[in-house]
């Protein structure tokens, strides 16, 4: 089970760090992702880190302002989201992969958590 927490509301240029806690299984030996969904609009990948921290890979409209990390021994991942724009504004869900690796597809993944919502104002 994953559990998403950290969102809010902010204004843009604002920071906020989501968390994405598992519990009822080891997450630590699978790659793990976060995806976002805005209203009217399909989800999309924003970053994934592979099982043993490396391998991250950014959405291009997040890359530089957001940073993924995790902490395999507390079973946590983050996302670390700086310099917040309007159009972040969405449903943030943390997901765990089938394997150690993940590409950026949603299929790749099998557990997801019940997404956290970040509202950026202008």
């Known amino acids: 089970q994953l559990q998403a927490s950290g969102g809010g509301l902010v204004q843009a240029g604002d920071s906020l760090r989501l968390s994405c806690a598992a519990s009822g299984r080891t997450f630590s030996s699978y790659a793990m992702g976060w995806f976002r969904q805005a209203p009217g609009k399909e989800r999309e990948f924003v970053a994934k880190?592979?099982?043993?921290?490396?391998?991250?890979t950014y959405a291009d409209s997040v890359k530089g302002r957001f940073t993924i990390s995790r902490d395999r021994a507390k079973n946590v991942m983050y996302l670390q989201m700086n310099n917040l724009k309007p159009e972040d504004t969405a449903v943030y869900y943390c997901?765990?992969?089938?394997?150690?690796?993940?590409?950026?597809?949603?299929?790749?993944?099998?557990?997801w958590g019940q997404g956290t919502q970040v509202t950026v104002s202008s």
């Open positions: 880190i592979a099982w043993n921290g490396d391998g991250s």
């Open positions: 997901a765990s992969a089938r394997g150690a690796w993940a590409s950026t597809s949603g299929n790749d993944y099998r557990y």
